[in-house]
């Protein structure tokens, strides 16, 4: 069993920047591969980007690309999401979710979800 705790969301105006941290209970945090996506009002949750258990092996979403960056601290239990050049389109509550698979793209990959944060970016 895995509890996620998302936080460090809030609002930003276009340009900024934000970092959030996942929390994870658990003794087995570093077996897991790690996700983020997010959901805007209205829409379907769609991924952002994923991290091996190691660390080593990342993936983003296009929309997202050269301007956010995934880490883990296994020592911390704890995924980050670092958001630069954040747009008005960012706007959304950020999921942290995890998996015992590798890196994946599909929500139906992960079985832990936290709670979310709330992102948003004013124009």
């Known amino acids: 069993q895995v509890q996620l705790v998302e936080s460090g969301g809030g609002l930003v105006q276009a340009g900024g920047s934000l970092r959030l941290s996942c929390a994870a209970s658990?003794?087995?945090?570093?077996?897991?591969?790690m996700g983020w996506f997010r959901q805007a009002p209205g829409k379907e949750r769609e991924f952002v980007a994923t991290i091996s258990w190691s660390g080593g092996t990342t993936y983003y979403a296009d929309s997202v690309k050269g301007r956010f960056t995934i880490s883990r601290d296994n020592a911390k239990n704890t995924v980050y999401l670092e958001m630069n050049s954040l747009k008005p389109e960012d706007t959304a509550v950020y999921y942290c979710?995890?998996?015992?698979?590798?890196?994946?793209?599909?929500?139906?990959?992960?079985?832990?979800w936290g709670q979310g944060t709330q992102v948003t970016v004013s124009s």
């Open positions: 658990g003794r087995t945090f570093s077996s897991y591969a």
């Open positions: 979710a995890a998996t015992p698979g590798g890196t994946s793209r599909l929500k139906g990959a992960y079985r832990y």
